[in-house]
């Protein structure tokens, strides 16, 4: 299906601690994390809080296990803070990156964001820009995204639940007003299917704008869970809403078909957060690396 040079598979480090709860796997080392990731078959990673920011060190830990950095996230306040702010903190995390190898950066707007908010009912309380911030969202994407061009890289826009970019309304607005020279899309199976959106639409409608991709499924019981009991984001993370491709109820073949034909470039990322004590992290890891063979011959 794909042309192996062209995409590569990576996982994020949440399944072993996340970074949104630093509880949730806090007794797991950077060592253990890695090595299961390089053992389950993974060529790459993003980067979680364990990493060491050294990039000398953080390069011979990768390369000793056979593993690069994809990208990794970057929290933009746009929206709710003066622009030099973000862009202080993008410069040094872009450069980080850089350094690293990586040719994109996950950007994703956290003025007003409720994801990180323990007690806040995800479906009842998501934000919703004002014109005003939605003029300071895009200009300030199209800033972020030149700053991104000095170095040769881009950024990839992370739509997520409890933002203000999580529909596929939003989506739009962001993709119509946004020029595709500066700003791209990250496409995240999870957070679609979560927010009841049609993620097999929005992939054909942008797939020329979609330059990274994260790879999570979703476990519908623990959706309408959610949604009964007005839990928060973070919340439903620690129910489970989360899991590895193959485990949910996502039929990733489509997924799959539709960017092989598109000839997709670039990586895919596994990311599946949930508490490591009740799914271990590594049994999942394998799981996941061997549906995606099942489904994609990556
Ligand atoms: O890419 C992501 C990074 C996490 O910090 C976030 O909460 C998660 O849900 C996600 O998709
Ligand atoms: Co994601």
Known sequence: MFKTNQVKLAIAPIGWTNDDMPELGGEVTFEQCISEMALSGFTGSEVGNKYPRDTKVLKKALSLRGLEIASAWFSSFLTSKPFEETAGAFKEHRDFLFEMGAKVIVVSEQGNSIQGQMETSLFDHKPVFTENEWTLLLEGLHHLGDLAAEKGMKIVYHHHMGTGIQTTEEIARLMTGTDPEK????????????????????????MDRIHHVHLKDVRADIVKKVREEKLSFLQAVKAGVFTVPGDGLIDFKPVFEALSAAEYKGWFVVEAEQDPAVANPFEYAVKARQYIREMSGI
């Open 183 to 206: 700003v791209s899309l990250l496409y995240d199976t999870g957070h679609l299917v979560f927010s009841g959106e049609d993620h097999l639409a929005v992939l054909s409608t942008y």
